[in-house]
């Protein structure tokens, strides 16, 4: 009845070819008439498009994330997080019902309520990473929440501060709205040998640089933020053990991922530009991935409620352990869902190569096996023996977490050379698919990289590129090197095995049995 022209028009094409833009420019056009626009977004991983944020990726400026062929695998395994949780078939792994407020939500949102809570947790991460084959991002924000709730419980118990309640009202809303969030811990450091307050460049740090009424303002940087440019918030955690003079960089807070002054450089990863060149085969997997990038904060301001330490430097170190122990749990869960699928797709390699008969091959591949079970065996332990803390969520136990986390930093990379000895070395002088598709070479490609001849060459060729951005290309990032320095490097671990080990109890089981006194 108002006499304007209505019409519905569908625009088709693939991800990454520009339909974001289109409408994008479209909006721009609309409002320069002063007239309205209503945007529907259908999937809630599509709202990271509609947020104004500052990411950095190959020395350019990311306007739209979701549509850049870099960045959006990524955003496809977070997506698998929120996609499993609707099928009923993972429901039970998926989803728990809320012990803040009874609704049922996401486990990445949860704070562990038992024993149970915390196997879960393992086996889910195994789940996602058998249906990704990558890093699936959420995992950090799931132990930061857990590492804080009992870390504030006690420092309000022991300061009279209020830190914990601040907290549980942070995390409802980030279980009501499904939040994805971004545990942030690891700064640059700088000279590893100084402590942060004695830097030369105190910002090496992520420090509280002004305090006001209203809050407070930081500057600094996180390194190797897994997720951050899928992530909807940022919960930011000291790095280490602070003492009296580190009071201003003993701090903890959370805010959304497109507060001013925080920017993202997008981290590179080995052979990260064959997303750019449109082949669906030589990027191993063309569905799913991961990310890291160095974060900035360039005096950011937080808000006093989304405040959770503030100088207190005595609980910093049990913040930092906490989160360590919880990561180094959930170690045991997503390689072990990775290392799944490698062995797959070794053992499909075998077929394809017509050697799965050999005895070596199947020994190898029994081998890969045994590494990757011990290394759940591990995640499950420490679950299964984790205890109630005095806020009422449930920790696991640290010796065990610490052995499976020790165990990760080994057991990847022989898998891996297991897979890289079975797959051959065509596996790293494989010719590109423009090669076989290619009307002067193709039928050459088609021709000599066929293995058994009931297997067509191309499919032969996406398992062998797929092994590949296992275990050199892309997603070793996350497979191998992650696996190594992720959650705390080697010696980390070590540190820990030796305070939670015991040895006067061991000694004290030897003088019982042969009666020794002294």
């Known amino acids: 009845g108002s006499g304007v022209n209505v019409n519905t028009y569908l625009l088709y094409g693939i991800t990454g070819s520009g339909k974001t833009e289109v409408y994008m420019e479209m909006i721009k056009t609309v409002l320069a008439k002063k007239r309205q626009v209503i945007v529907l977004i259908p999937e809630i991983n599509l709202t ?26 990524s955003l496809n395994s977070v997506k698998m997080t929120y996609d499993l949780a609707q099928e009923p078939e993972y429901e039970e792994l998926m989803t728990v019902t809320s012990h803040l407020t009874g609704k049922k939500i996401n486990r990445f949102a949860h704070i562990h309520q038992s024993t149970e809570d915390l196997v879960k947790k393992v086996k889910m991460q195994r789940l996602l990473g058998q249906k990704t084959a990558s890093c699936f991002q959420r995992c950090v924000g799931m ?5 804080c709730y009992s870390t504030t419980y006690d420092m309000d118990k022991k300061l009279g501060t209020n830190y914990h309640e601040k907290l549980k009202k942070y995390i409802i809303y980030c279980q009501e709205n499904d939040l994805t969030v971004d545990g942030a811990m690891t700064d640059p450091k700088g000279d590893r040998g100084l402590a942060p307050s004695a830097q030369a460049d105190p910002d090496m740090f992520l420090h509280i640089v002004e305090r006001r009424e209203d809050g407070i303002v930081v500057r600094g940087a996180k390194a190797h933020q897994t997720g951050i440019v899928n992530s909807h918030e940022v919960l930011v955690m000291p790095t280490l053990s602070m003492t009296e003079a580190d009071k201003d960089y003993s701090v903890c807070f959370a805010v959304p991922t497109d507060t001013k002054g925080i920017k993202m450089i997008y981290g590179r990863q080995s052979c990260d530009t064959r997303k750019l060149e449109g082949s669906k085969v030589d990027v ?15 005096n950011v301001f937080v808000p006093n409620d989304r405040i959770f330490m503030c100088g207190e430097y005595e609980f910093s170190n049990s913040l930092v352990e906490r989160f360590a122990g919880f990561h180094r749990q ?4 997503c390689k072990v869902g990775v290392g799944d699928v490698l062995i797959g797709a070794t053992a499909l390699i075998s077929d394809y190569n017509g050697t799965k008969k050999a005895s070596h091959i199947k020994d190898k591949i029994i081998e890969m096996t045994h590494l990757n079970e011990t290394l759940y065996c591990a995640g499950i332990a420490c679950s ?12 696991i136990d640290l010796l065990l977490a610490n052995v499976c986390k020790q ?10 050379r ?7 070395g065509i596996l790293v002088t494989l010719p590109s698919e423009a090669d076989l598709n290619s009307k002067e070479v193709g039928h050459y490609v088609e021709k000599y990289l066929k293995g058994v001849s009931t297997v067509p060459t191309i499919t032969r060729m996406k398992v062998l590129r797929f092994i590949e951005n296992l275990t050199l290309g892309t997603a070793a990032v996350g497979y191998r090197t992650e696996s190594l320095h992720g959650a705390g490097s080697p010696q980390a671990q070590r540190i820990m095995i030796s305070r939670q080990s015991n040895l006067e109890a061991k000694k004290q089981l030897v003088k019982d049995i042969l009666d020794i006194d002294i």
């Open 143 to 147: 132990d930061a929440f857990n590492a």
């Open 407 to 416: 165990n990760v930093t080994r057991f990847p990379y022989e898998i891996a």
């Open 48 to 73: 990271y498009q509609t947020v104004k944020r500052f990411i950095n990726i190959f020395g350019e400026r990311v306007e739209c994330p979701v549509d850049h062929p870099i960045i959006r695998p």
């Open 418 to 424: 297991l897979a890289e000895d079975i797959a051959g």
């Open 330 to 333: 959930s170690y045991g869960g």
């Open 384 to 395: 299964s023996e984790g205890h109630k803390t005095a806020a009422g969520s449930y920790e």
């Open 284 to 298: 191993g997997n063309p569905k799913f991935g991961g990310h890291e990038a160095l974060v900035v904060f360039d």
